[in-house]
């Protein structure tokens, strides 16, 4: 996992760097080049925090979401496995209706949704685990249950989410980032307009 870290906090500076410039990154990555594929997962979690905690202070709302939607398109493209697989469920039914209807029955584990006219809510459950996590994130595994980051974040699981559900039903959605796990709620929820 070390070695996956250090990759995903290089692609969240090369995506800083390709918005915002060389002086602005410096400023959000200070510190970076201490995490190595031996730094503990929350000393990566807290300094992932702080580094968001930068991203909000130093870089409009608008560019740092599209810093961290950039961020999940690569995350959608390097955990491909998890979207063929739903994919692959997806083709046993005969409509999108039906696959919803089992999906809301029979969710992947550590997700759930429901569906309401044409919104899916999507939920991430990190925390209903034996060995309970802030989220699936691995930057984000060892965050402190006390203590939370931006909402900012999370705007790459929406890319995510947006990139997986357009995968499955083969046609374009919207994605809204509700609430996150990792920013103080139980879960995280997105409303995916279909």
């Known amino acids: 996992m070390g070695k996956a870290d250090v ?15 060389d ?8 510190g970076s080049d201490k995490i190595t594929e031996k ?4 000393k990566i979690a807290e300094w992932v925090k702080d580094a968001m905690e930068r991203l909000d202070t130093f870089v409009d709302e608008k560019t740092r979401i599209k810093i961290m939607e950039n961020c999940g398109i690569n995350c959608a493209q390097v955990n491909k496995r998890v979207i063929e697989k739903a994919k692959a469920r997806r083709k046993k039914y005969i409509n999108t209706d039906e696959f919803l209807e089992a999906l809301e029955k029979d969710p992947m584990p550590g997700t759930r949704i429901n569906r309401k006219d044409d919104t899916l809510y999507h939920y991430y459950t990190p925390q209903s685990f034996t060995r309970p996590m802030r989220c699936y994130c691995s930057l984000l595994r060892g965050l402190p249950f ?6 900012t974040y999370c705007h790459c699981s929406k890319a995510f989410v947006k990139k997986y559900w357009e995968t499955i039903l083969e046609k374009p959605v919207e994605v809204e ?3 996150s796990a990792v920013s103080g709620a139980q879960e995280c929820k997105f409303a995916v307009h279909l």
């Open 146 to 151: 006390n203590k939370t980051v931006s909402p």
């Open 23 to 30: 002086s602005t990154t410096k400023k959000i990555m200070e």
């Open 7 to 21: 990759g995903m906090i290089h692609e969240l500076e090369e995506q800083i760097f390709f918005l915002v410039g």
């Open 177 to 179: 980032l509700i609430q």
């Open 39 to 42: 730094t503990s997962k929350k």
